[in-house]
């Protein structure tokens, strides 16, 4: 029986899907592709795909969508008043000297490859929502035709007391502490209500935006939480099984999508279960790119870390509990994650039957409310077990490896080539004499050529990349 924690009945529950034939519908709010994908979304998105690996495990079928936002994410969107501030890809597009539509591609091509890197589960389509203007149209026409609606100078706006009235409740998700620090940031004063958020904004007249398109109310653009109720709606129907996404979205951006879905069809609950991940921090506080520590997976990789150090590191702590990102905690996980590897290409070619008693535990953990931890503790117990024979061993962590998604069964036993062999005996050699500047450098060189450097308690392993 797999639990979950349903932030929408914020308590822990099991889940049944709302079809009876296994079929389940997933949504995860996806990056918006004005910059690198950092460390702390990254984070989210490995919650997405554990949940997917996870009810596959427990033989589910699920139809995965995730969206991109390349247009209508505005700077203030997430400071708890929504509509303040610019569209993040127009300050992008000064910023960098390209048009909106090049941003959006080059940061979008950069997730879908990092996206691959990690290994997360490939979503049934990756929605992007300059692609679906006519659906947002169409979805904000519903809810005006639903009376829910009003103009101001700047756009076509929600109106949450209207919604009330038809008998809905808004921000079931966000506490009302949430709610009432929105009023912390100014806002738009032409509001009927402080929690009205914008569904289709005008453009500004002083400026030509590169993103803009017509609708009956004036050229404009989306707001940004009006593509996500049409286009999971699209796909995965009016009502459906999960949505996922940062605890951040809680406060405003998930009650307002549930607020469209609801006020459009009239059905409830949109969504049956509401998925947040705690959020990832750096340093012991808060990541941001102000700070310069909002780190991508470039920088991990140019510090000759592979992406998948950081998908063992998201598994070491669980998805509601906060993460610390530091590059020493990185740096454990790597050599972790290597020491794995080499028991497992340790246990020589044969695959047998895996272990009924720790595929049984290991499912318990991970449908304990996707405790991670818990099934990585499993996996190092297995790992020391004398009583397993090796060719056990080997075929229950590959079943298990369903779920973890650490590429297991491609670690192979090749012998390093002579180049990659004289650099780290010559680091070997500089960590002896106490060199660090050279050992680093030699690190740096072998990272360069593909390979990985880490080293542990039992002693420095190398891996391929
Ligand atoms: P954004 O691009 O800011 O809209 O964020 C995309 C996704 O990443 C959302 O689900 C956010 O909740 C999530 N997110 C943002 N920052 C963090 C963080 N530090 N840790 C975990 N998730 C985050
Ligand atoms: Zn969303």
């Not at 049934?124 to 929502?129: L, R, S, V």
Request: aromatic fraction near 12%; include cysteine.
């Amino acid at each position: 029986m797999l639990t979950i924690y349903n932030s929408l009945s914020k308590k822990e529950e099991e889940f049944r899907p709302i079809q009876s034939n296994k079929k389940v519908g997933i949504y995860t709010c996806g990056p918006t592709v004005y910059d690198y994908v950092t460390v702390g979304n990254w984070r989210t998105y490995t919650l997405g795909d554990i949940v997917n690996r996870v009810l596959i495990w427990n033989g589910f079928e699920p139809t995965y969508i995730m969206n991109i936002t390349d247009v209508g994410h505005l700077t203030g969107d997430n400071e708890g008043d929504a509509d303040t501030g610019v569209d993040r890809m127009e300050k992008a597009k000064k910023r960098e000297g390209k048009t909106a539509w090049d941003v959006a591609r080059f940061y979008g091509d950069d997730f879908q490859a990092g996206y691959v890197k990690l290994n997360l589960t490939k979503p049934e389509k990756f929605t992007k929502a300059t692609e679906y203007i006519a659906e947002q149209i169409d979805l904000v026409e519903k809810l005006e035709q639903n009376g829910l609606t009003y103009k101001i100078n700047d756009g076509i706006y929600f109106d949450t007391a209207a919604y009330e009235k038809s008998g809905f409740t808004y921000g079931e998700l966000s506490n009302l502490k949430d709610i009432k620090a929105g009023a912390r940031v100014e806002f738009n004063k032409e509001k009927r209500n402080a929690r009205d958020f914008a569904l289709w904004k005008f453009s500004p007249k002083e400026e030509k935006r590169d993103m803009e398109w017509d609708s009956p109310w004036g050229v404009g653009f989306p707001g940004w939480h009006i593509e996500c109720s049409a286009m999971s709606m699209k796909y995965l129907g009016q009502q459906f099984d999960l949505h996922i996404g940062g605890e951040d979205l809680k406060s405003t951006h998930h009650p307002n999508e549930i607020a469209q879905a609801q006020g459009a069809t009239g059905k409830a609950p949109f969504v049956k279960y509401w998925l947040h991940g705690a959020f990832l921090q750096v340093d012991g506080g808060k990541m941001g790119k102000s700070l310069g520590n909002a780190y991508n997976l470039h920088d991990i990789e140019s510090k000759g870390y592979s992406p998948l150090a950081l998908r063992y590191f998201y598994l070491t702590g669980h998805y509601r509990s906060p993460l610390n990102f530091t590059w020493e905690s990185l740096d454990a996980a790597a050599s972790a994650l290597h020491k794995l590897y080499r028991h497992y290409i340790e246990l020589g070619e044969d695959i047998g039957e895996a272990d009924k008693g720790y595929i049984d535990r290991f499912g318990k953990a991970i449908n304990n409310d996707l405790n991670m931890p818990q099934a990585l503790a499993v996996v190092w117990e297995l790992l020391k077990d004398m009583d397993i024979p090796d060719e056990v061993k080997k075929a229950t962590l590959l079943g298990i490896d369903k779920v973890l998604g650490l590429e297991l069964g491609k670690q192979k036993n090749e012998p390093l080539p002579q180049e990659i062999a004289n650099l780290v005996s010559a680091r070997d050699q500089a960590r002896k004499d106490k060199n660090w500047l050279e050992s680093d450098r030699l690190r740096d060189s072998l990272s360069s050529l593909g390979y990985e450097v880490s080293d542990g308690d039992t002693g420095t392993t190398i891996f391929k990349k």
